[in-house]
């Protein structure tokens, strides 16, 4: 069967490949679809995400249609951040069945990625443009935007060449009874503490910039694989987090005027899956997507409890049976402690791959 590599270099084309990962995810019981609204721009460069990277999408097609996608991104900034010139293969899907298409055009990606100076590629890990792959949970609807594949990418990027680089856990928690006192206590301790936790909806979208930016940066600085996000590209973000209701849930929290934590925290958005006929969603599936940091200066103090226990109380009120905690890399034990002790317990088990381009 002939295979053809392409990379698409139009609207027509950017929307072709951005609508592929429905036909991908059509078998799953559920997933999120594929929104052009947030796509399209990083591809066209109009979004502030695509700052300052060079990008090249790849498909491969089979009879005319299109049956794998992957986005190919050098970074500078990472480079400079991590001393290594990596690239980042963003959005892989595929169609089963694909194994040689798929090598096919993960080989002319990757050549593409070595002619721009890199020396290896990532798939599953580049934040905030992709995400891991998961390993078991198949069957389970993620956190909004999440990743969801089938089992058999695994083997497609195996056989391109890619090697296991490094393993994350999610977690989810049974909102009881017991946790709400817990949640209530542990904001109520910070708040003696002298810690305040103020939601981004009370500030302006200049303090919204100013205060959260370089404290979610700072936080994350030793984070691995993590390259600080622009201010501009946060002022996306805070743009559709006020389209999903994200403003009230995300907070900064100060102490004595000074920064000292943040936390994004987006409630779930299960309306907007795919699902199948016939097929409900289990309450385990409607969760929150969360991301927290607490500058050094402020950790070990119980801030992190607190900002993750304001939002959840608000979700909690909302009617919100489960809640999520995210996705945490194995070896972060102190995020993993602070899932366990929020009451979280591990749902989901994912994985990034790397390709060395010296093998």
């Not at 990472?78 to 194994?99: K, P, Q």
């Not at 994350?168 to 206590?185: G, K, Q």
């Not at 199948?276 to 940091?293: A, C, H, M, W």
């Amino acid at each position: 069967m002939t295979v053809r590599i392409e990379s698409p270099r139009d609207g027509d084309g950017f929307a072709e490949f951005v609508r592929f990962a429905d036909r991908a995810h059509a078998g799953a019981l559920a997933y999120w679809p594929a929104l052009d609204a947030i796509e399209m721009p990083v591809l066209l460069g109009q979004s502030a995400l695509a700052a300052g990277k060079s990008m090249r999408p790849f498909v491969a097609r089979e009879h005319g249609e299109i049956v794998a996608r992957v986005l190919a991104v050098v970074d500078p900034a990472y480079a400079d951040r991590w001393g290594e010139r990596l690239g980042h293969l963003a959005v892989f899907d595929a169609l089963a069945g694909t194994r040689d298409a798929v090598r096919a055009m993960l080989d002319a990606a990757c050549e593409w990625l070595r002619s721009e100076g890199a020396i290896a590629a990532r798939a599953g890990s580049y934040i905030p443009i992709d995400g891991p792959f998961v390993i078991d949970a198949y069957d389970e609807l993620p956190e909004f935007l999440a990743r969801v594949n089938p089992d058999y990418y695994h083997a497609l990027l195996k056989d391109a060449g890619f090697e296991t680089e490094k393993g994350m856990v999610d977690y989810r928690i049974e909102v009881t009874s017991e946790l709400v006192a817990r949640y209530e206590s542990a904001l109520e301790a910070a708040r003696r503490g002298g810690f305040e936790i103020t939601p981004l909806s009370e500030m302006s979208p200049e303090r919204r910039t100013a205060d959260f930016v370089p404290a979610f940066n700072e936080a994350f600085y030793n984070h691995w694989g993590f390259v600080a996000i622009s201010e501009a590209a946060f002022s996306e973000f805070f743009a559709l987090f006020e389209v999903l209701g994200g403003l009230d849930t995300s907070v900064v929290a100060y102490r004595d005027g000074e920064v000292a934590g943040t936390l994004i925290v987006v409630p779930e958005q299960s309306a907007m899956a795919q699902v199948q006929p016939g097929y409900t969603l289990k309450d385990s599936e409607r969760v929150n997507f969360l991301g927290i940091g607490v500058r050094e200066f402020a950790r070990g103090r119980g801030v992190n409890l607190a900002m993750a226990s304001y939002a959840y109380l608000k979700l909690i009120r909302r009617g919100a049976k489960f809640v999520g905690y995210g996705f945490v890399l194995d070896d972060n034990w102190p995020s993993r402690r602070t899932g366990e002790k929020l009451g979280g317990q591990i749902c989901s088990n994912y994985v990034s791959y790397r390709r060395n381009f010296s093998r």
